[in-house]
């Protein structure tokens, strides 16, 4: 599986919109794009995924490039339960093994 | 009710001695996964199962055992546990969709 980049941490204003960014420039034709979070001590959640189209839906929308080496999750009203640990991961979903990295801390503040 | 469940939620148990954590869900998906995850480690993936009665290894097998007689049941067992495995164990299944749903965790200390 292609591996992915990420900003360490980040800060976002409550209310306004969250973009956290993620780089895989080695994804392959088959692989999806994954976005999980995972709120302090609780187990990793499922957010959204996308293959080639830009994805949408309750919680957050998945932008990604027409080259299909980066994505941006966008949270679009921010709030201070969304501070989390976002993991972007690039898998093959036939065999749903997520290898997980560090992922980015968002923090959003009052 | 429905959803991902595991069992001890909390155990701390003594160098040696055997521990097995439970992992059960409802939904019959055919995937299913044990993670670790430690400070500084991140999520990682010790044993998986496609079906029952099929496991493989992850990514840190070493000094655990698992099995699937039931596809809604995928124990874990630390056979003689040590204290690097003191850590949090997260349970997973994944359905036709490829996307994972994970139980809340069991915190486990070996003293």
């Known amino acids: 599986d292609a591996k992915t980049t990420q900003p360490t941490s980040m800060d976002c204003a409550e209310g306004r919109a969250a973009n956290l960014p993620c780089n895989h420039s080695?994804?392959?034709?088959?692989?999806?794009v994954y976005w999980y979070r995972q709120i302090h001590s609780q187990g990793p959640q499922y957010i959204i995924h996308?293959?080639?189209n830009n994805e949408t839906n309750e919680m957050a929308s998945l932008i990604i490039t027409e080259d299909r080496k980066s994505s941006t999750l966008i949270l679009p009203h921010a709030t201070l339960r969304d501070t989390a640990v976002y993991y972007c991961?690039?898998?093959?979903?036939?065999?749903?093994?997520?290898?997980f990295g560090k992922g980015t801390l968002l923090t959003v503040n009052p | 009710d429905a959803g991902i469940t595991q069992s001890p939620r909390y155990k701390i148990t003594e160098t040696g001695r055997q521990v097995t954590l439970m992992c059960h869900q409802t939904?019959?998906?055919?995937?299913m996964f044990w993670y670790r995850q430690d400070l500084g480690h991140g999520l990682r993936l010790i044993y998986y199962?496609?079906?029952?009665?099929?496991?493989d290894k992850g990514e840190v097998p070493d000094g655990y055992v698992v099995s699937r007689s039931k596809t809604e049941n995928f124990p874990l067992t630390l056979e003689s546990a040590t204290r690097s495995q003191t850590s949090v164990y997260f349970c997973?299944?994944?359905?036709?969709?490829?996307?994972?749903?994970f139980g809340a965790g069991s915190r486990l200390t070996v003293l």
């Open positions: 997973a299944s994944g359905g036709s969709t490829g996307v994972l749903t």
């Open positions: 991961i690039v898998s093959r979903g036939s065999n749903y093994k997520l290898t």
């Open positions: 996308g293959l080639k």
């Open positions: 939904w019959s998906h055919s995937y």
């Open positions: 080695t994804i392959s034709g088959n692989e999806y």
């Open positions: 199962s496609a079906a029952a009665d099929i496991t």
